[in-house]
Nanobody, 114 residues
Framework: QVQLVESGGGSVQPGGSIRLSCAAS????????MGWYRQAPGKQREWVAS?????STITVDSVKGRFTISRDKNTVYLQMNSLKPEDTAVYYC??????????WGKGTLVTVSS
């Protein structure tokens, strides 16, 4: 059974950095796309960044220049710098494979507060 396991969440002061990791376990196939979503308190879940199997990456405009997504096989990372209070959210790993479908992690909380 395929599972996505996130790690690296926590609390940080504004301007700080956090690196999230998400590893897929139990899979024998390569995900076409892996990425991150986030859900802030009282808001809908929103897409943050994605990385394809071919090495292409894309991020939402609100985090460009601050967040960097990277990927190594079926592990995806999100380096978050210059964090702001509005980045506070539960961050979810997402992965999609053309035949196997979509998978979600359980989420990891990132809190940015002074």
């Amino acid at each position: 059974q395929v599972q996505l396991v996130e790690s690296g969440g926590g609390s940080v002061q504004p301007g700080g950095s956090i690196r999230l990791s998400c590893a897929a376990s139990g899979s024998i196939f390569r995900f076409n796309i892996m990425g991150w979503y986030r859900q802030a308190p009282g808001k809908q879940r929103e897409w943050v960044a994605s990385a394809t199997n071919a090495g292409s990456t894309i991020t939402v405009d609100s985090v460009k220049g601050r967040f960097t997504i990277s990927r190594d096989k079926n592990t995806v990372y999100l380096q978050m710098n210059s964090l702001k209070p509005e980045d506070t959210a539960v961050y979810y790993c997402n992965a999609w494979a053309s035949r196997e479908g979509t998978y979600w992690g359980k989420g990891t909380l990132v809190t940015v507060s002074s």
